[in-house]
């Protein structure tokens, strides 16, 4: 008998499977329909033997010193700034946008100062700023937005920007200063062997069994087990009563190119050309020397694995009404980005598990006074 069955190892599986059988001496079976563990942040070394992301470009960032800590017990790190340029009007310019940005793109000499000066000047008035069009153009204006985030969206999300939740847009700033980081805070740093090398170690415990290749609904009546962790998609879970949640996917398109670099930087985001919004090589994020480099183009697609929730009311509504069933189901707890449905990083999955396990442990103590 199994205390715990996850389902899916990836940050939010792994970081329960590790707490729940380390520090609360549970006998746990995390299981997963693909081939490995570490869900989307999955990386391996290729034919060629470069070290690339399976699923896009993973970079680590966070501002919680706690999630900081809690994850270098199974890594070391490698410091590693993501820097990104944007294809613009026959340019590579810095996106966030930053004084260098608009400097190059218009042939100016602006101070910081006056760039917020001229933001003003161009931006919008929006009286209540509800969607990812009003974000941008609100402080930038409608050239800029159009130049850099409406089209990148449009392919992106199968959606235009005024149609999506204002948090979508709002995840990239806009800087006056000449920073050209991509990420602001203040632990930024890239598993120095990998995620997965990570992940291998958070799940090295005796009382964690892995099983692969397997999707939960094969086993589940089969395996007894006491609670289920839940990590896939709620709406599947719950056998699309409510109808689907959309998911948006993405086709990764790797290539690996005999020449020792390609890009000029991590990333290169194409707003307003090609099929694909970017070109990532990896051996920026893992510093890995070698002859050869490794690149991944990302086609967005409708359908497919489900990648991104679709941050956007109605999606939320929707997302409730399975919430309630969630909240509603004995034994089972749903968290991760999928299970949550939330725009999560990595390192919010991490911290919603790690607030899952206090929350079982906390049930556990109060079980034992009962
Ligand atoms: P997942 O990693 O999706 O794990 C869920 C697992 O459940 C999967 O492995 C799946 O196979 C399994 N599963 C689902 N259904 C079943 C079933 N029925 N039976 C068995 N197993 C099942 N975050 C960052 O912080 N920085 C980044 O740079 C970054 N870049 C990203 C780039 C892309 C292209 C994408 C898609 C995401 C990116 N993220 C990034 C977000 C990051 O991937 C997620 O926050 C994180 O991986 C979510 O972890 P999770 O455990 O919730 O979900
Ligand atoms: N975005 C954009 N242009 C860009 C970069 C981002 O329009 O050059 C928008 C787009 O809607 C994207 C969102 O901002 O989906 C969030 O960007 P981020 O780089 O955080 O996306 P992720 O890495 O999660 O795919």
Redesign the pocket.
């Known amino acids: 008998m199994f205390d715990y069955l996850i389902?899916?190892?990836?940050?939010?599986?792994?970081v329960l499977a590790e707490r729940l059988a380390t520090r609360s001496n549970k006998k746990v079976l995390i299981?997963?329909?693909?081939s490995h563990i570490?869900?989307?942040?999955y990386d391996h070394y290729n034919e060629e033997g470069i070290l690339v992301h399976k699923?896009?470009?993973?970079?680590?960032?966070t501002n919680s010193k706690d999630v900081f800590d809690y994850l270098s017990q199974f890594t070391e790190w490698r410091s590693y700034e993501h820097r990104v340029l944007a294809s613009v009007d026959g340019q590579l310019v810095p996106i966030p946008i930053n004084l260098d940005t608009i400097n190059k793109l218009y042939g100016l000499n602006l101070t910081s100062f006056e760039l917020e000066d001229w933001f003003e000047s161009v931006a919008e008035q929006v009286p209540v700023v509800r969607t990812s069009e009003d974000v941008v153009v609100s402080k930038v204006g409608r050239e800029l937005y159009e130049k850099f985030f409406r089209n990148y969206t449009r392919k992106q999300w199968g959606m235009d920007p005024s149609e999506l939740d204002k948090s979508v847009t709002s995840r990239v700033p806009t800087r006056t200063n000449r920073d050209n980081r991509y990420f602001t805070d203040t632990y930024q740093a890239m598993p120095l062997n990998g995620f997965t090398a990570m992940f291998e170690k958070m799940l090295a415990h005796p009382n964690i069994k892995v099983m692969l290749n397997?999707?939960?609904?094969e086993i589940i009546d089969l395996i007894p087990f006491k609670e289920m962790i839940f990590?896939?998609?709620v709406d599947?879970y719950f056998d699309y009563q409510f109808g689907k949640l959309p998911y948006r996917s993405?086709d990764f398109k790797h290539e690996t190119l005999n020449t020792e670099t390609f890009l000029p930087t991590a990333v290169v985001n194409y707003p307003n050309e090609h099929a694909y919004t970017r070109i990532t090589e990896f051996k920026y994020l893992t510093g890995q020397k070698h002859t050869k480099t490794s690149v991944v183009y990302?086609y967005p697609q409708a359908d497919g694995d489900p990648?991104?929730p679709v941050p956007r009311p109605e999606n939320a509504e929707l997302y409730n009404k399975y919430k309630k069933l969630a909240d509603q189901t004995p034994n089972v707890h749903f968290?991760?980005?999928?299970?949550t449905y939330k725009y999560?990083?990595?390192?919010?999955?991490v911290a919603q598990a790690l607030t899952l396990y206090k929350k079982l442990t906390e049930k556990t103590e109060e079980d034992k006074t009962i």
């Open positions: 389902v899916g190892a990836g940050f939010a599986g792994s299981i997963d329909k693909r570490a869900g989307n942040a699923y896009g470009p993973h970079i680590f960032h397997t999707d939960y609904k990590t896939g998609p599947e993405l990302e990648y991104y968290v991760g980005r999928l299970a999560y990083n990595m390192d919010q999955v």
